[in-house]
Structure formats: structure tokens, C-alpha cells
């Protein structure tokens, strides 16, 4: 397996464009290769774990293609949307809070009618991001990393890995509080920009597998 070189600058980790081996390794044809049997382990387990969750946490398996082999699927942290949601919490609370010290409102309300309603407001846009959080995939397979939103119709952001030209793994300072990471692509085709797996646990080794795949993917194309 050829090693990945990877180097650090600042809070931003760099890795190097994948390169089409030279050549491969040769297998008996009785042997099946080893990370194909870790491939179908892969699916059994995304299989099985999605029959035992409950259906808004489920990974909605017909996104994907036909013959197509999970390596693996994650969620964003729990703590994404608080995340997500920062901005619209603060505002909403500074303003409650603004409120009740000047007693000054909106629309001629009560100050704790008009801080209530800004609470409120704070709560469902932090319940919005939960229920995008809960239908949100990030999913890498043997062909393709997917992003994967929505339960009963998904919509599916996808590039095929041999198209990715290179990945980067940063850390935003609010990330390196829980030890989490997030994994940007880049494509090979210019009209379509860069996008991002935001807030992993155990972002490194996501990485490190997603490189794997794509020598992977390039090693079997055909020489």
C-alpha cells in the first residue's frame, strides 16, 4: 500500500494529490484481496445498524448505486447544530435579554411576552437544525464520497473518486475544542467547487481511509 505523505501549516492539514500505482499486487484468484472482505463487513454492518435505528437516524441505503460497496458512513458531530445555529442563537438571546433590561419592545408587547417570543424563536431554529442534522450522511463507498440529506427523498451531493484531486483536513478553532475536524474535496473539474464534510470525530482517520479509497479506485483502472 503506498503511504500517504501528509504535512501540517498552521491549523490547516494538507495531503498530497493521489498518484495511480505502478503497479499492483498479485492475487490468486481462489484469495480474494483483503480489503474487499473489510468492504463487505462495511455493508453488513451499515446494513444491520440501519434495521436497529430508529427510521429519522436511519442511512437511506437506495441513494445508492446498484453494486456499489459502503467503506463507511459517519454523522456530523451532535454538537453541529449548535454549530450551525450560533449566530441565530446569540442574536435571539441578546435581544431577549435587551428587552427585559430596557423594557423597551417590538410591536407594543410586554417585555417578557417579547423576550418569550425571541426564546421561542431561538429554540426552533436550533429543533431545524437538529431535525437536518438527524438526516444528514457522509458516506464513502468503493466508487464515489456522497453527502447525503433528507429521510424519505434524499438529496444527494456525490463525485466519483477518481475525479477527487485532492482533500484537505482543517480544523476551525471552535472544532479543536472537541476534537473535532472537518475534510474539504476538491475536484478535478473547475465548475464544480470545493465541498466539505464539517464537524468528524476521529477526522484524521476518516482521512486517512478516504485517501486509501482513492488509491484504491485509481489502482483499478485500467492500465
Not at 62 to 67: K, N, T, W
Not at 98 to 115: H, K
Not at 128 to 147: H, K
Amino acid at each position: 500500500m503506498m503511504m500517504v505523505a501528509m504535512c501540517a501549516t498552521g491549523d490547516e492539514f494538507k495531503s498530497q494529490p493521489p498518484r495511480r500505482r505502478e503497479s499492483r499486487r498479485r492475487t490468486s484468484a481462489n484469495s480474494p484481496r483483503p480489503c474487499m472482505e473489510h468492504f463487505a463487513a462495511s455493508t453488513l454492518d451499515a446494513s444491520t445498524q440501519a434495521a436497529a435505528t430508529p427510521a429519522i437516524l436511519r442511512f437511506p441505503l437506495e441513494a445508492l448505486d446498484g453494486g456499489e460497496i459502503i467503506i463507511l458512513a459517519v454523522k456530523p458531530s451532535v454538537l453541529s447544530p449548535v454549530f450551525d445555529s450560533a449566530r441565530w442563537l446569540v442574536v435571539l438571546l441578546l435581544l431577549a435579554i435587551g428587552v427585559l433590561w430596557t423594557g423597551a419592545s417590538p410591536l407594543r408587547l410586554a417585555p417578557q411576552t417579547a423576550a418569550q417570543m425571541f426564546i421561542g424563536a431561538a429554540a426552533l431554529r436550533l429543533v431545524y437544525a437538529v431535525v437536518r442534522w438527524s438526516a444528514t450522511w457522509y458516506v464513502l463507498t468503493n466508487r464515489r464520497v456522497l453527502e447525503i440529506h433528507g429521510i424519505r427523498a434524499p438529496r444527494v451531493t456525490s463525485a466519483p473518486l477518481i475525479e477527487v484531486r485532492n482533500t484537505y483536513l482543517t480544523a476551525a478553532a471552535h472544532e479543536k475544542l472537541f476534537r473535532l475536524s472537518s475534510i474539504t474535496f476538491v475536484l478535478q473539474h473547475e465548475d464544480r467547487p470545493p465541498w466539505t464534510w464539517r464537524h468528524l470525530h476521529q477526522g484524521e482517520d476518516v482521512h486517512r481511509r478516504i485517501r486509501r479509497a482513492i488509491e484504491n479506485a485509481l489502482d483499478a483502472l485500467p492500465h
